[in-house]
């Protein structure tokens, strides 16, 4: 690598940490020694997206087990040279922590693999390789359901997370329906959402579901704030009646906000500037205003997703090389939260958001420079108190609540039997409101 090269990387790496940081071990917010969440720590490497082949990126990936269904998961590392890089899975419980499973329950095949799917980046501003998993693999066939971590690191150094990802195998075992109201136990028509699950255990031949079947609801994605149903209302026949539980009722938050780069030459959606000063793209979205106490308005939105794109080559046949890097500004005018720090968050930073916004007293705003991909982005603000370790944020102060938006929440059910030695995830069903 040549000098310039080297400076370059470097430079990109400081604006890649300062701007989005990435590592987030740090705060876990419980005793656990050990972060399975979907993180990088790696502060060369950016966009982590995650798909199933679905029409939109989705971050909680799920697919069948014995399926043809695929898991993808795509990163860019800010390099002009390829790094070797390994990747291993591990089972996982209902809560997310490593079993201890023995791989040959869970795995035909070596739990090691060489990630050879990559391509460079093509006339773009900032040099970056495009890497490219498939789960499962020829090599690295999964034979049992459940949750799966799986952990990229560099071939030289096993024992160096780069990055992980969540993803579940899920079995034909069980059919789940239900429905979303904005009449609640707590509310009418307000800021609350309350969900009426059926789960139909069909062939499983269960002795007692009350204790061997576990269900739990993931709202937009977000694993943080995961709802637990340990019990069911009632039981008839084959079918568990989940209704009236304090489980089963979510913050209805706000739409995603959004907005697009997928230009650089001029400002497209929601951008109210762009320019080039060397050696980056800068774009500045138009300056924001907390929502939590005006009128509720509909946005059809990716539920805080965002998706690679570039309109300014011809046909965008291949956006994750050929969509460059661009120093992005949020703006948030409002008077500061005493007590609170406030966040950015969506899938843009893995629903985890790390580094607080700064506050600009001149302007009156909460101010913050992300380094992004061009594409179609969702985003919202979320508030934090002061000091506090937990990982829970809340949207209401800024963004509101109400009874209307439209949220997607991701029902996945557990099984286990007595003698059996892991959780199997025997059902998954995504109601949208």
Not at 63 to 77: G, H
């Amino acid at each position: 690598m040549t000098g310039f090269n080297r400076i370059y990387v470097f430079i990109a790496a400081c604006i890649a940490l300062y701007a989005f940081p990435q590592h987030v071990s740090a705060l876990t917010g419980d005793d656990d020694t050990r972060n399975t969440r979907t993180a990088v720590y790696s502060p060369l490497i950016r966009t982590l997206s995650i798909s199933t082949g679905a029409e939109t990126d989705v971050s909680n990936a799920i697919i069948k087990l014995n399926s043809p269904e695929r898991v993808t998961i795509s990163f860019d590392e800010l390099s002009e040279e390829r790094r070797y890089m390994c990747y291993r899975i591990e089972h996982c419980n209902m809560d997310w922590i490593p079993d201890g499973l023995p791989e040959q329950m869970y795995l035909n095949g070596f739990n090691r693999a060489e990630i050879t799917d990559y391509s460079f980046s093509s006339a773009t501003t900032v040099h970056y390789v495009n890497y490219r998993i498939t789960i499962p693999s020829p090599d690295m066939e999964i034979t049992a359901s459940g949750n799966y971590l799986l952990t990229v690191y560099d071939e030289e150094q096993p024992d160096s997370t780069l990055l992980q990802v969540r993803f579940s195998m899920v079995e034909a075992g069980a059919l789940i329906s239900g429905e979303v109201s904005g009449i609640t136990d707590i509310d009418y028509r307000k800021g609350h959402q309350q969900l009426n699950l059926c789960v139909d255990l069909q062939n499983l031949n269960l002795n007692n579901p009350l204790s061997e079947i576990s269900t739990r609801i993931i709202q937009n994605g977000d694993y943080i704030n995961t709802h637990i149903l340990n019990r069911p209302l009632r039981i008839t026949g084959s079918k568990l009646y989940y209704e009236h539980d304090p489980a089963l009722i979510f913050k209805a938050g706000n739409e995603f906000r959004r907005f697009e780069t997928v230009s650089l030459r001029y400002p497209t959606m929601n951008i109210c500037s762009t320019s080039f000063t060397y050696p980056y793209y800068y774009t500045e979205i138009c300056t924001d205003e907390p929502r939590s106490d005006k009128a509720y308005s509909y946005d059809r939105t990716q539920h805080g997703a965002f998706r690679v794109r570039n309109s300014d080559v011809s046909g965008d046949e291949h956006p994750d090389i050929d969509a460059d890097y661009a120093v992005t500004k949020f703006t948030l005018q409002m008077p500061r939260l005493n007590g609170y720090d406030v966040f950015i968050d969506g899938d843009l930073n893995l629903n985890c958001p790390i580094e607080p916004m700064e506050y600009n007293y001149e302007t009156g705003s909460y101010e913050q420079s992300l380094f992004l991909k061009q594409g179609s982005y969702n985003y919202r603000y979320v508030s934090h108190p002061v000091n506090s370790m937990t990982l829970n944020s809340d949207s209401s102060l800024i963004e509101g609540n109400f009874y209307q938006t439209s949220n997607r929440y991701t029902v996945l059910v557990y099984l286990r039997k007595p003698g059996d030695l892991y959780d199997r995830l025997v059902a998954c069903a995504t109601i949208d409101t």
